[in-house]
C-alpha cells in the first residue's frame, strides 16, 4: 500500500533528515517508526502526505507515484491525527468529525450521520458528547474525536504523529487497547510515529527501529526484541527487552500443563500476553493459572512459571530464525 524507494530528505543548509529509505507497509498493517529526537521518523510520515517532499526517491501509494498526484486531494484520501488533535474549538464534537467529509462535497446530513457513527465507534456517545465543544473534553476524549475525525472520509491510509502522547499514562494505555481494538474492525494502512519503544512494541504489526536518518531494523516487534540487527538496535531496546517481550509473546496451548485437579481461581485467555499471564501468576499463591478458550471459554490447560519460560524460549527460537 505505501512503498519507499530509495527516498532522500536533504534541507538547502545540508541537514540530511532521512537517507536512502527503501521499505514497504502492507494493506491494512500498522508499522510505528520508533527512534530519538530528530532520526527522521517525522520527517517519513509526513512526505507520504507531501507535507514535506522528498529530495530524491519516490513514494508509491497503491501504486501511484504520489509526486504526481494533487497534494490538497491526496490528503484528503489520507487520514492524519497528531499530538495536539487540532480540532476546531469553535465547531462541536459532530461538526469536527464531520469536516473532511463536508469539505468532499458529502451532503451534510449524510456526513453527520457519519460522523455520529464513527463517534460511537471510538466509544463516544453521539447524543451526550455530539453537541459538546472540545473545550468540554478530557484529553482522552479529544483524541479520540481526532481518531474519528481522520476516519470520516474512509481513508485507506492513515498517518499519527504521537498520536497518545499527550494524555497520562494510564489513559494512554487505555486508547492503546481501544485503538488496537479499532484497528481489528476498520483494518486500515498505518504509519504510527512514536517516541516510546513500549508503544511501537504494543501496537506495530512490524517497527522500524531509526538510527540517525536510516531504518536500523524493519521487523516485527518479537523479532526485534529478540535478536537486535546490531549494537544500536540492542542499545536502543534496552537490556530490559526481555521484560517487553512478555507484551509481544502469546500464551499458546503448547505452553500449557495438564489441568489436574480444582480449577485455579486465576485464569486468562490462549492468546493472552505472557505480561498479562504472568501479573495474575503472582497473584496466585498456587503458582498456577488457568488458560481458557476464548471461543468456549472451556480450561485448555494451567499455566506454571515453567510455562513461561517455555513461551519465552520459544520467542527466542521464532526471532531468531526470522532474523
Given at each position: ?33 520508533v527512534g530519538p529526537s530528530g532520526c527522521g521518523k517525522t520527517t517519513t510520515m509526513k512526505m507520504v502526505n507531501r ?19 494533487d497534494p490538497v486531494a491526496l490528503r484528503r484520501r489520507i487520514g492524519y491525527v497528531i499530538q495536539q488533535v487540532g ?151 534496552g537490556a530490559d527487552r526481555g521484560l517487553r517481550r512478555l507484551a509481544v509473546t502469546p500464551v499458546e496451548a503448547a ?69
Amino acid at each position: 500500500m505505501i512503498r519507499f524507494e530509495h527516498v532522500t530528505k536533504r534541507y538547502p543548509d545540508g541537514t540530511t533528515a532521512v537517507e536512502d529509505l527503501s521499505f514497504e507497509v502492507a494493506e491494512g498493517e500498522l508499522v510505528t517508526l520508533v527512534g530519538p529526537s530528530g532520526c527522521g521518523k517525522t520527517t517519513t510520515m509526513k512526505m507520504v502526505n507531501r507535507l514535506v517532499e522528498p529530495t530524491s526517491g519516490r513514494i508509491l501509494l497503491d501504486g501511484e507515484d504520489i509526486a504526481a498526484a494533487d497534494p490538497v486531494a491526496l490528503r484528503r484520501r489520507i487520514g492524519y491525527v497528531i499530538q495536539q488533535v487540532g480540532l476546531f474549538p469553535h465547531k462541536t464534537v459532530l461538526e469536527n468529525t464531520a469536516t473532511v467529509p463536508r469539505l468532499t462535497g458529502t451532503p451534510k446530513a449524510r456526513a453527520r450521520a457519519r460522523a455520529a457513527e464513527l463517534l460511537e465507534l471510538v466509544g463516544l456517545d453521539p447524543a451526550v458528547y455530539g453537541s459538546r465543544y472540545p473545550e468540554q473534553l478530557s484529553g482522552g476524549q479529544r483524541q479520540r474525536v481526532g481518531v474519528a475525525r481522520a476516519l470520516a472520509a474512509d481513508p485507506p491510509v492513515l498517518l499519527m504523529d504521537e498520536p497518545f502522547g499527550a494524555v497520562d499514562p494510564v489513559v494512554r494505555e487505555r486508547l492503546q487497547n481501544e485503538f488496537l481494538a479499532l484497528q481489528k474492525t476498520v483494518r486500515k494502512t498505518i504509519l504510527l510515529v512514536t517516541h516510546d519503544l513500549e508503544e511501537a512494541v504494543r501496537l506495530g504489526d512490524r517497527i522500524a527501529v531509526y538510527g540517525h536518518g536510516t531504518i536500523e531494523q524493519f521487523a516485527r516487534p518479537a523479532e526485534v526484541l529478540a535478536a537486535p540487527a546490531n549494537a544500536y538496535v540492542a542499545s536502543f531496546v534496552g537490556a530490559d527487552r526481555g521484560l517487553r517481550r512478555l507484551a509481544v509473546t502469546p500464551v499458546e496451548a503448547a505452553d500449557l500443563a495438564p489441568a489436574q485437579g480444582p480449577a485455579p481461581a486465576g485464569t486468562v485467555s490462549l492468546g493472552a500476553s505472557l505480561r498479562e499471564a504472568l501479573a495474575a501468576l503472582l497473584q496466585e499463591d498456587s503458582g498456577r493459572i488457568g488458560v481458557t478458550d476464548p471461543e468456549t471459554g472451556a480450561l485448555a490447560g494451567v499455566l506454571t512459571p515453567e510455562g513461561v519460560h517455555r513461551a519465552l524460549r520459544r520467542a527466542d527460537l521464532q526471532g531468531a530464525r526470522e532474523a
